[in-house]
């Protein structure tokens, strides 16, 4: 019953921008902390950025500055902004919906951000 659908991935130059979406269903989505997280190739998935349900972010330094994490409650979205897009940003970017009490947390399927060079 619970979905996190991504879409906004795509091909773009060094130094373009691409915003990412996740809408969310089946869950009480004003009360879940969302999340962004990717995975390159042979590398370990890492935590990109982070949005509490009162709206308080927090962002890994590689991308502090260059992107921003928000959301709508009315839509059940959360969305990525990424400006200046460096190679090493090509990655998986999967949308996470997590509640700590009780403890829930939720996955979506991915999409794909390639960063030519």
């Known amino acids: 019953q619970v979905q996190l659908v991504e879409s906004g991935g795509g091909v773009v130059q060094v130094g373009g921008s691409l915003r990412l979406s996740c809408v969310a269903s089946?869950?009480?989505?004003?009360?879940?902390?969302m999340n962004w997280y990717r995975q390159a190739p042979g590398k370990q998935r890492e935590s990109v950025a982070g949005?509490?349900?009162?709206?308080?972010?927090s962002y890994l330094d590689s991308v502090k500055g260059r992107f921003t994490i928000s959301r709508d409650n009315a839509k059940n979205t959360v969305y990525l902004q990424m400006n200046s897009l460096k190679p090493e940003d090509t990655a998986i970017y999967y949308c996470?919906?997590?509640?700590?009490?009780?403890?829930?947390?939720?996955w979506g399927q991915g999409t794909q951000a390639t960063v030519s060079s």
């Open positions: 089946g869950i009480a989505f004003n009360r879940y902390t």
């Open positions: 949005i509490t349900d009162t709206g308080t972010t």
């Open positions: 996470n919906a997590r509640n700590l009490i009780p403890f829930r947390n939720f």
